[in-house]
């Protein structure tokens, strides 16, 4: 079972030149370690000297979102760890992830989750509590 969803993982990178499939996930591997750095598909561009259709093309395929659905995701996905393993306040996160207004990432969080960030993090603060 494990083999049939590992093929299914690669499937795209065969509509993809080797070569171009590597770069893609080089692109997803440094946005991962610079993911609060802000970042244009043309600042991309010219560090990974890919063109722009390729890079969307590409990152569509492989990674299944957008370039900057991706980043968004990223954000939203280290905000919610936060949320869970420290007790900074949300407007802390919200600005660490790149929002000027917390109503705004209160927003894309709900969309992503589910749930604003306050319930999200009273939610986890009880199953942690009724897990002692």
């Given at each position: 079972m494990a083999s049939n969803s590992t093929i299914i993982a690669f499937k795209p990178i065969l509509n993809m030149k080797r070569k171009d499939a590597q770069l893609i996930l080089e692109i997803r591997d440094y946005l991962d370690e610079h993911i609060y750095a802000q970042h244009t598909v043309q600042d991309i561009c010219r560090r990974f000297t890919i063109n722009r259709e390729k890079l969307q093309n590409?990152?569509?395929?492989?990674?299944?979102?957008?370039?900057?659905?991706?980043?968004?995701?990223?954000?939203?996905?280290?905000?919610?760890?936060?949320?869970?393993?420290s007790d900074d306040s949300i407007k802390a996160i919200a600005l660490d992830s790149g929002y000027k207004k917390q109503r705004s990432f209160n927003k894309t969080f709900k969309t992503t989750f589910g749930q604003t960030p306050a319930a999200y993090r009273k939610l986890h603060q009880q199953r942690e509590e009724s897990k002692l």
């Open positions: 590409g990152f569509h395929e492989l990674v299944q979102s957008t370039f900057h659905a991706y980043i968004i995701q990223q954000r939203m996905k280290k905000a919610a760890e936060r949320l869970m393993e």
